[in-house]
């Protein structure tokens, strides 16, 4: 396989045809996970007043189990993550392509190709297709690490409340032993 004239024309046209659907893909992924988002968010806010107000085994068992809920999140996640970092391979190798079918264009064109305007279009052209791939990509890659610095911040708070709830779930047990009489059921 070698570089011609018509295959690189080719692949400067198809490949930001491509580009452009999965950036309008990437777009819907991410009106998909941003709800989502708000939902697990919900979801350990409810664990951590659960566990905050849990007074007895009962409401502690409660509080644990709204807890475990929340941390159920990858089953519904991995799907669009997994649809996202696949959406950034292919992009990234679209704009790769687009962009060597252009230099390559831009270098061997025509015998009157004036390699000024031609190198002033190869430069427009990659940084709109970098700025318009890298944009979406971090706004993507900001609501995620958000939500995962939510995800840690909300399970140390957890961990926390857990271990003043069994103190206050076990205290009056230790408190009656102590005094003599039998635990409470």
């Given at each position: ?11 400067a046209?198809l490949?930001?045809?491509l ?5 309008i ?33 009962e409401?502690w ?13 990858w ?15 292919l ?8 962009v ?9 064109g025509g015998g ?35 939500w ?16 003043q709830?069994?103190?206050?779930v076990e ?15």
């Amino acid at each position: 396989m070698r570089m011609t004239e018509s295959f690189a024309s080719t692949a400067a046209a198809l490949a930001p045809v491509l580009w452009a659907i999965g950036t309008i893909e990437m777009q819907q992924i991410r009106k998909h996970v941003l709800p989502w988002i708000e939902e697990q968010r919900r979801q350990y806010s409810e664990a951590v007043v659960a566990m905050s107000e849990a007074s007895d085994e009962e409401s502690w068992d409660q509080a644990r189990g709204r807890w475990a809920l929340a941390q159920r999140w990858w089953r519904e996640a991995l799907p669009p993550f997994g649809l996202y970092f696949l959406w950034a391979y292919l992009s990234i190798g679209m704009v790769m392509c687009t962009v060597t079918a252009l230099r390559w264009l831009s270098e061997n064109g025509g015998g009157g190709a004036d390699p000024g305007k031609a190198q002033f279009i190869y430069w427009s052209l990659a940084s709109a297709f970098l700025f318009i791939t890298l944009v979406p990509m971090w706004f993507v890659w900001r609501d995620l690490e958000g939500w995962r610095k939510y995800v840690r911040r909300s399970g140390k708070v957890l961990v926390d409340l857990e271990a003043q709830v069994r103190a206050r779930v076990e205290a009056p047990h230790t408190t009656n032993s102590v005094s003599g009489d039998p635990p409470r059921s």
